[in-house]
């Protein structure tokens, strides 16, 4: 089972800043089978990218994914008010299990 | 349009078993394409994986919980049911089903989550 660990746990920042997340795997995805989600309090979370640099449809452009093997960042410029959100990182592909990081909480600084 | 949506017990006891139901819409259980997993998440803490059915009938299941879990389609009401016996308190939490895009395989389109707690 591929272990997935995110840091920062918590990321304070302003309207306008960006922010990096990382998200680190216990060994080398393969298929670079990693995609991002967003979740907002009382919300089912919201595909924004797969297969590491993929945007899902209607995600906006200042999200960014990137990564291989071990080590993946999701970059969001010029963070808007809806942004603040957890952000979860996760394993998927043709072999299971798939599993999830513990996420990182974007909060207004 | 394709969408999920969970239903099932608000309330359950310890020891008892959790029965779950994962309706579709806009698409078809039987479908080939068709890949539905089921992921909870206790409150304030991260996701986990439980489980998934495909279309032609293939099942998945986490290794910590295979033991406990059962997964089935009911074609008939385009349904996917998952249950979880032997529950215990560290059960509760919201559990969602989600699809597997059929190309890209990551979690595309998710349920709103069902809340359930074990209490006695």
Same mark, same amino acid.
């Given at each position: 089972e591929i272990v997935l660990t995110q840091s920062p746990g918590t990321l304070s920042l302003s309207p306008g800043e960006r922010a990096t997340l990382?998200?680190?795997?216990?060994?080398?995805?393969?298929?670079?089978y990693v995609a991002w989600y967003q979740q907002k309090?009382?919300?089912?979370?919201?595909?924004?990218?797969y297969a590491a640099s993929n945007r899902a449809a209607g995600v906006?452009?200042? @999200?960014?994914?990137?990564?291989?093997?071990?080590?993946?960042?999701?970059?969001?410029?010029?963070?808007?008010?809806?942004? @603040?959100?957890?952000? @979860?990182? !996760? !394993?998927?592909?043709?072999s299971p299990p798939w599993t @999830?990081?513990?996420?990182? &909480?974007?909060?207004? &600084? | 349009q394709v969408t999920l949506r969970e239903? #099932?017990?608000? *309330?359950?006891?310890?020891?008892?078993?959790?029965t *779950?139901? =994962?309706?579709?819409? #806009?698409?078809?259980?039987?479908?080939p394409d068709t890949?539905?997993?089921?992921?909870?998440?206790?409150? #304030?803490?991260?996701?986990?994986?439980l489980a998934r059915i495909d279309g032609n009938d293939d099942t998945f299941f986490s290794p910590s919980l295979r033991t406990r879990l059962t997964i089935s389609k009911d074609a008939s009401k385009n349904q996917v049911v998952l249950t979880l016996t032997d529950l215990d308190p560290v059960d509760t939490g919201t559990?969602? =089903?989600?699809r597997m895009h059929p190309s890209y395989l990551a979690f595309d389109i998710w349920g709103q989550g069902t809340m359930v707690t074990v209490s006695s």
């Open positions: 990382s998200c680190r795997a216990s060994q080398s995805v393969s298929g670079t309090p009382g919300q089912a979370p919201r595909l924004l990218i906006p452009d200042r @999200f960014s994914g990137w990564g291989s093997s071990t080590d993946y960042t999701l970059t969001i410029n010029r963070l808007e008010p809806e942004d @603040f959100a957890v952000y @979860f990182c !996760h !394993h998927y592909g043709l @999830f990081g513990q996420g990182t &909480k974007v909060e207004v &600084k | 239903s #099932g017990p608000a *309330l359950v006891k310890p020891t008892q078993t959790l *779950l139901t =994962c309706t579709l819409s #806009g698409i078809s259980v039987s479908s890949r539905v997993n089921w992921v909870r998440q206790p409150p #304030g803490k991260a996701l986990e994986w559990y969602f =089903c989600a």
